[in-house]
């Protein structure tokens, strides 16, 4: 059984396009995540939901929008798709407080063309 | 706020070498620290955590210890293999708050040769 799961795996699309990446896990965690991975490896946190509602919100274009229907799931809307938005997403899980560690998606593989 | 800094890779060794990548952060308080591993094409697995001021973690033969008065966390092993060529990344997470996110370092890359 796969702890954190995301939907697609690999995702091609034109610039312009929108498009969703959906995330599910059945750790009973009460907290997800989104992380950005560029092309140099460097992880950067998106957004993050507690139990439902949306916690932390780093500097991102207004274009991307999670959405948490329930604490299981979290997913993630893109408008307007730019060049700029190719990269691996990894949606993850954690329990919140106690510095616990978190929980990996295999990500998502953005590409822009 | 909170930062981690971790040593430049790639870093390229042959196998059955010592390895240590280095590590060192700045948080307020004392938070939990990790060392997650990425393989090629894969997520991010946790390699091993610390949670307290020399707390020793452990797995798959590479070690950390939590310093507390360097405030470091760097991850070693006695004898790499090929099949530990990956992606580290050293993070840390505070103990409180629902706001509590991992904050990673960027990423040292380890390529092992026979």
């Known amino acids: 059984d796969t702890a954190v799961s995301q939907t697609p795996k690999y995702l091609v699309t034109q610039m312009g396009n929108d498009k969703s990446i959906k995330c599910e896990q059945n750790?009973?965690?009460?907290?997800m995540y989104w992380y950005k991975q560029d092309s140099k490896k460097f992880l950067k946190i998106m957004f993050s939901?507690?139990?439902?509602?949306?916690?932390i919100n780093e500097t991102v274009p207004n274009r991307f929008s999670p959405k948490s229907p329930d604490k299981a799931h979290l997913n993630l809307h893109i408008n307007s798709l730019e060049l700029g938005d190719s990269a691996v997403y990894f949606c993850?899980?954690?329990?919140?407080?106690?510095?616990?560690?978190?929980?990996f998606g295999q990500g998502t593989r953005l590409t822009v063309v | 706020g909170d930062s981690v800094t971790q040593m430049e890779g790639p870093v390229t060794l042959s196998e059955e070498a010592f390895l240590t990548i280095n590590c060192t952060y700045t948080a307020t308080g004392y938070p939990s620290l990790f060392w997650y591993v990425q393989y090629p094409g894969e997520g991010l697995q946790l390699l091993l955590k610390?949670?307290?001021?020399?707390d020793k973690g452990s797995n798959k033969g590479f070690e950390a210890t939590y310093r507390k008065e360097t405030t470091s966390f760097h991850l070693e092993k006695g004898s790499v293999q090929v099949s530990d060529s990956a992606v580290y990344f050293c993070?840390?997470?505070?103990?409180?708050?629902?706001?509590?996110?991992?904050?990673f370092g960027t990423g040292t890359r380890l390529q092992v040769t026979l």
């Open positions: 993850a899980s954690s329990q919140a407080g106690q510095g616990t560690e978190a929980f």
């Open positions: 750790l009973g965690h009460d907290t």
């Open positions: 610390a949670t307290k001021a020399d």
């Open positions: 993070a840390l997470r505070p103990k409180t708050g629902t706001a509590s996110k991992l904050t």
């Open positions: 939901y507690n139990n439902k509602e949306l916690i």
